[in-house]
Every structure is written in structure tokens, then in C-alpha cells.
């Protein structure tokens, strides 16, 4: 399974990225507003930094100006994907774009009909929210099987990019039911390394290469 940061945070990305834990990156109006930044320059930034896809999202509502949009971002550099919204126009920016060539982020899944959708119009990702599904009680992994089981039922090459990802177990479920990707924070990336045994077990061997006087270099 493919890690992407979901995040503008040029450091955090940095930080993750020498650890080989980068794939990508994802970020949407939201994480550009929390970092306070010019869109284009941010997202130029990322990409500079990081070798595989980052998706920048459009801001219009309306087909053709989303497509503009999608011509401009592509424009930034070659590992641009160009997320639309779920809806008609944006299904319509997708297919165009993906037509030109282009990576799509379809973004806003929420049911295994809209992904359908998104797969017959070309999209090279699928976004389905895991975490915004839990808030209102329905459990966002079924989606993320379902999605698994349609795709593979008919040969779809559209990855499925596993969003809203608030846990560490939301990580391991998805890489359990087939996510070809995860986006998630890099806090839950981090946290991802935690287990009481591993720090126990350090601090034993820590105590005996000190009071042995064990040394390598
Ligand atoms: C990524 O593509 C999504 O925009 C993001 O994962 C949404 O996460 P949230 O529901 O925690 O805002």
C-alpha cells in the first residue's frame, strides 16, 4: 500500500520523506488555508520535494472552469494529480482531463456508486472520506471493501486512495481490504511506529550496553 501525506506542512513532508515514508502527497482547500499559504507556490514546493503524485485541488464548481483550472495546475510540474469534487462537472473536468493525458484525484466519495462513476470517467484516484463516514456512524471501511470488489469485478484501474484517515487502525484496516493508497496526516504516519514493547525492549538493551561498555565505533 502507497503512503501519501495529507498535508501542505513543507516541513512535516520533509521530515517523513527522508524516512522513504512519502508516495505522494494530498491536499485540499483546507490544509492550503491551515498553512497559510499561495496555493501555486505551496504545491510547487511539494512537488519539488517529492518525487511521486500531489494532488492540488480546483476551486470552481463549474466543468469548464474546473478544467482551466486542472490546465493550470498541471503547469507546476509533472507529478501534479488535479482533484475535482464528486459531482457532474467535476466527473466531466475528470474525463477531459485524464483525456489530455492528466492525473485526476476524484475526491468526496462517500458510496460505491459514486466511485463507479468516477472509475468509468477515468479517474486515476479515488478518494473515499473513511473518517468523515465514522462521524456520522457508518463505518467508512465497508466502503472501502465494496469499492475493492467492484474495481476488481470489472478490471478498473482507478486506485482507490483511502481518505480521512484519523487512526493507525484506519492504516492497518485499509492495507487489510486492499486500499491501493492511504492518505493520511503525518501524525498518524508517525504514531504508526508505536508499541510499549519495542520502547521496553530498547531501554533493556540500552541498560546492558552501558553497564557492559559495548561499543562499535
Ligand atoms: C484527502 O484527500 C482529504 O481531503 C482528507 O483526507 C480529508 O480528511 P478529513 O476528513 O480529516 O478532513
Redesign the pocket.
Known sequence: MKFFV?TADIDAIAELNATGMVDGV?T?P??IKKSGRDILEVTKEICDLVDGPV?AEVTATDADEMIAEGRKLVEIAENIAV?VPLTWAGLKACKTLTDEGHKV?V?LCFSANQALLAAKAGATFI?P?I??LDDINIDGMDLIADIRQIYDNYGFETEI?A????TVNHATQCALVGADVM???PGVIKSMINHPLTDKGLDAFLADIKSAGIKIL
Request: charged share 20%.
Open positions: 495529507d494530498t485540499n483546507s490544509l494532488s482533484k484525484n475526491t478518494s472520506f473518517g468523515r486512495l481518505a480521512s484517515i484519523r492518505t493520511a496526516p
